[in-house]
């Protein structure tokens, strides 16, 4: 019923930027919070930004000062800024969002985009 899909992704020299975008589609009646999550082969998936409804956002602090997340509460996206990047930002993107899909339920649900990869070059 809701569907995520990033683009943006891409490689990059080190020191160089790109920006990521997410748009969430399909049943959604409102969205709690938006944000990306990446991965590299063989760690855990970690958090990388997030923005919540009322624009609050919070950051991993390997991304502080480099990153910027941002969203469109009209068009139910949201984007992150990457400056600086170095190669150990080299992974895999997921935007994740927190969405409530009906009216008659407060049950709000997990959602994940396939992902989109980011390579930065040394």
């Known amino acids: 019923q809701v569907q995520l899909m990033e683009s943006g992704g891409g490689l990059v020299q080190a020191g160089g930027s790109l920006r990521l975008s997410c748009a969430a589609s399909?049943?959604?009646?409102?969205?709690?919070?938006m944000g990306w999550h990446r991965q590299v082969p063989g760690k855990q998936r970690e958090l990388v930004a997030v923005?919540?409804?009322?624009?609050?956002?919070d950051y991993a602090d390997s991304v502080k000062g480099r990153f910027t997340i941002s969203r469109d509460n009209a068009k139910n996206m949201v984007y992150m800024q990457m400056n600086s990047l170095r190669p150990e930002d080299t992974a895999v993107y997921y935007c994740?969002?927190?969405?409530?899909?009906?009216?008659?339920?407060?049950?709000?649900?997990?959602?994940w985009g396939q992902g989109t990869q980011v390579t930065v070059s040394s």
């Open positions: 923005i919540n409804s009322d624009g609050s956002t």
């Open positions: 399909g049943v959604i009646v409102s969205i709690n919070s």
């Open positions: 994740n969002a927190r969405i409530r899909s009906s009216y008659f339920s407060v049950t709000v649900t997990d959602y």
